[in-house]
């Protein structure tokens, strides 16, 4: 039942709004409100009540093995949490002056040099709000870099073909338009499609290391070589640097401009979809144009840098400065890692997607790229399932949920077909992993002697599979008291 | 295996074209088209009195799982746009060649018709396609 | 090691199962050259108690103080409930709810939300939100430039009037695709968009006409006037408008004749706690006509395989996974936790709620301003009614004002002069209904104390 359906005229949550409207005599009636909105009218209990129910209807990482390739589905620290909800921090607002937002400022600074070291950039900006934010800003600055030297022939951005949606997005709404290359069947991009792609209209490239497809780009510092002497830039999509945390720097592999998604590596909420927080972090060259605001300090207090320090700067992305709050539970987050618990992330979220990998190999599942190592996530392809037994990868996942595990990433990156990519991150345990696989080789013997049962999954959640075509088709997405 | 009825001519991004004999033709796109996308949701079509260019961009068919743009096999302008898609999206998987039909075009030059695919092509762009 | 659960033992059966002899082993794609450097410059980890006092001492420096700062943020009351069932782990700790079987909670609350955000602004349809206010104007503007197929100009009229930092994001996001952004400025005595100088655009090709309400400094626009012009000269409308406002003030869908095409705005007023600025959530409303072109996620109602009511994301077809550099975005994320709260928010409060905390805000705001101008030098800049902030014009620099009042804990205000050197010594104060008599009161003895030395 909706919240809307549980109302009643005139119930109200008593203790949460004055017991009288205050007078709007100064305020022209031509501009008042004459009939006030649908919202619901329930009681401070009922409208608890629904949304914790609700909430019961979800997986979730502190509640369900989550193991989303690309997305990093760790354990957020609750001291993250409250943490950053201490008054003085929570309630701090954005224009509040310097000299009574040392705390927060000092918080913002110290996290942008943490991000800086372990990315080996030379400077970063915490602005852009997601991860898709920081791959605008991050192209942005490589516009604004090919400006100001009077290079505006180039026009090109080079992506593979397996890259994150996002990626082709972000350059087409700076400008700019795509040539894709393709994935070599060893996972690799293909190098001499590259060099072919290379010539003076090219901008630069968007790359991911590990891939999206899941393994280590292992001819990267090549493939810098050849984008720089091209006059072009390298961009890094961060999305997979949980599994080189501390272990490799994506500064030393030659990338001028990286951005990285704080929700995943640095643990901060899914929260449902969001927020997110993306910082850039660029090489010298680019530092210029980095997104405003960030925060300097100057031996004896922090301040905000701001347009009038950085006149080449791309500008700023937010009303304010970014998802502040998210900011500060990631910088909790690194100070409860500390350095070596950073390298620790990428040693741990990789030891358990190789043990992974080998266990579903063993278990007779074929691993779409089967003498690689796995990163810190790998892909298994389900494509002799899906045309012996009739059951594919979508099936697999529905299926799944209802071992009380939430399915992998599917289909997704587009090469594979019928994919799983799967990505358990550092705090898993064993049994968890374990569960997965076991549940994978029941879920197969299933699909081997009731393939339709398979097909019909899932039976145990709060609804079946659902109607995605009825869904479009009759767009229903707004509730009104006669739908 | 798609249908692909002989008497039309295609192009090797899935349209069809119907040559009605009086300078217009009528286009859609083709039975492999519809399955490769799965179940239509919405069809964005052309405006009445469009000028297009050959491979221009005429529309765009969405399904679930994608959202396709449907290029032009021919220059031209378009007279009519099949209204019936507004509301019924799934004319086009249902009947591809038929009630399914997109728009009409007023040929700009029928040369153009020479250098579309027969079927006996077409057939062999769609067998590269499955595999 | 913190949140690794891995004993010894495990990791040794871990890597007989590989077949590898170390961790470092599975590093051996790398090249070693990748290998080495330093962190040197990161602390070392500390236990939870240790990074609780070390927050703990941090938070204290920024505490106790009396703000009046409105200019796009607001410290309205909000329930406790709302951040105790919002930061719930089911919704605190879930992903996007990419399978939706297994996000019916997260999926039915955003249904919910759009339902009540598209009532609010008397609006068709809502999205299930963006990534702040000034964003979303960004993304308003080239859905705009989208939808209105006869407009070929790519020209939109943006009020000086409107917040600068909306005004500058949105260029940032709009500049690299051949959009133009003309500056409409306000009239100097009442504060809100000059009609002489938006009459030079009558009978031009302009795509469209942003409007605030309240734009910048608290002023109430002519909302309809300004809509009717723009349905006359065949622009869109896009509604920038504070949510709270809208229980009490005529809101988009009603604005003109035929209503504003497009509404968003910053949804922090809703829930959402000052949090030196973020994160919040960008709210984005439409017309039925134009859904299609709307950023970000929808959710749809539907039925499962039983007939059963059930909820998905919907129109994905638009979006940066699918449609790649086709996308009507590149947005992938929206602000889930933040419309989880807003949501419950709204809930507890209801429409009734909703309008009494904005006039009780308002109240509270007047009582400032009348205690302000109460001193000598002290007046209110525009002639115009205003809702929950006021633009004063003051005897002295407003820095000189805003230095003095913070070293005793009071935040009097955002200083106008940077954005708005033509208007002198000129400060935007605000009070919410949170705000006690007794802080007013020292807002306006301090004042008065300063001006009179």
Known sequence: MLIFEQSSKGRKAHAQSPSSMAPLDDLPAELLRETPPLMPEVSEMQAVRHYTRLSQKNFSIDTHFYPLGSCTMKYNPRACNSLAMLPGLVDRHPYAPESHSQGFLSCMHDLQEILKVVTGMKAVSLAPMAGAQGEFAGVAMIKAYHDARGDADRKEIIVPDAAHGTNPASAVMCGFKIKEIPTRDDGDIDVDALKEALGPQTAGIMLTNPSTVGVFERRIQEIASLVHEAGGLLYYDGANLNAILGKVRPGDMGFDVIHMNLHKTFSTPHGGGGPGAGPVGVSKRLEPFLPIPMVDYDGSAYRFVTADDRPQSIGRLSAFAGNAGILLRAYIYARLLGSEGMTRVAEYSTLNANYMLKKMKDAGFEAAYPERRATHEFIITLRKEAKELGVNAMDFAKRLLDYGVHAPTTYFPLLVPECFLIEPTETESIDSLDNFIEAMIKIREEAETEADMVKGAPYTLPVRRLDDVKAARELDITWSPDS | MSYIPSDLLFTSSHEWVRDEGDDTVTIGITDHAQELLGDLVFIELPEVGDTIESGGEAGVVESVKAASDVFSPVSGEVIEINEDLVDSPELVNEQAYDNGWIYKIKLADAAELDGLLNAEAYNEVVEADEH | ?453
């Not at chain 3, 260029?171 to 030079?200: C, M, R, Y």
């Not at chain 3, 300004?226 to 869908?253: C, D, F, H």
């Not at chain 3, 209801?350 to 007046?379: M, N, P, Q, Y």
């Open chain 3, 1 to 453: 090691m913190p949140f690794i659960p891995h004993t010894e033992e495990e990791v040794r059966q871990m890597l007989d199962a590989i077949g590898a002899n170390s961790i470092d082993d599975l590093f051996d794609e790398i090249p070693s050259e990748l290998r080495s450097f330093s962190l040197d410059g990161i602390p070392e980890g500390l236990p939870e108690m240790e990074v609780a006092q070390l927050m703990h001492e941090r938070a204290r420096k920024d505490a106790d103080v009396h703000c009046f700062i409105g200019a796009g943020a607001y410290d309205h009351h909000i329930p406790s409930a709302v951040w105790e069932v919002a930061t719930r782990g089911e919704f605190y700790s879930a992903y996007t709810p990419y399978q939706a079987e297994a996000s019916q909670g997260t999926l039915q609350l955003l249904y919910e939300y759009q339902s009540m955000m598209a009532a609010l602004m008397a609006m068709d349809v809502s999205n299930a939100s963006l990534y702040d206010g000034a964003s979303a104007l960004g993304e308003a503007i080239l859905m705009a430039i989208r939808a209105h197929r006869k407009s070929k100009s790519k020209k939109v009229l943006v009020p000086a009037g409107l917040h600068p930092s909306y005004r500058q994001a949105a260029n940032a996001i709009v500049k690299n695709q051949n959009i133009e952004l003309i500056e409409i400025p306000f009239d100097e005595d009442t504060g809100k968009i000059s009609l002489t100088a938006l009459n030079d655009y009558a009978g031009t090709d302009i795509t469209a006409l942003v409007i605030g309400q309240p734009n910048f400094f608290g002023v109430l626009e002519d909302v309809d006037g300004l809509t009717r012009w723009a349905e006359e000269n065949n622009a869109m409308t896009i509604a920038v408008v504070n949510p709270l406002a809208m229980s009490i003030l005529k809101p988009p869908g009603q604005w003109g004749n035929n209503g504003a095409d497009i509404a968003c705005g910053e949804g922090q007023p809703l829930g959402i706690p000052l949090s030196s600025g973020g994160p919040y959530f960008g709210f984005m409303c439409a017309t039925q006509k134009i859904v299609r072109q709307m950023p970000g996620r929808i959710i749809g109602r539907t039925v499962d395989l039983d007939g059963k009511q059930g909820f998905s994301l919907t129109l994905q077809a638009r979006e940066q996974h699918i449609r790649r550099s086709k996308a009507t975005s590149n947005i992938c994320t929206n602000q889930g936790l933040m419309v989880t709260a807003a949501t419950i928010h709204m809930s507890l409060l209801g429409a009734e709620g909703l309008a009494r905390a904005a006039a009780a805000s308002h109240d509270k705001h007047r009582k400032l301003v009348s205690g302000l101008t109460a001193i000598e030098g002290v007046e209110v800049k525009f002639n115009s009614p205003v809702f929950n902030e006021t633009a004063i014009s003051l005897p002295v620099e407003a820095s000189t004002v805003l230095e003095a009042l913070a070293a005793d804990n009071v935040l009097a205000g955002f200083d106008l002069k940077n954005d708005y050197p033509e208007l002198g010594n000129a400060l935007l104060v605000c009070s919410t209904e949170k705000q006690t008599g007794s802080s007013i009161d020292l807002f306006v003895d301090k004042l008065a104390a300063l001006i009179t030395s």
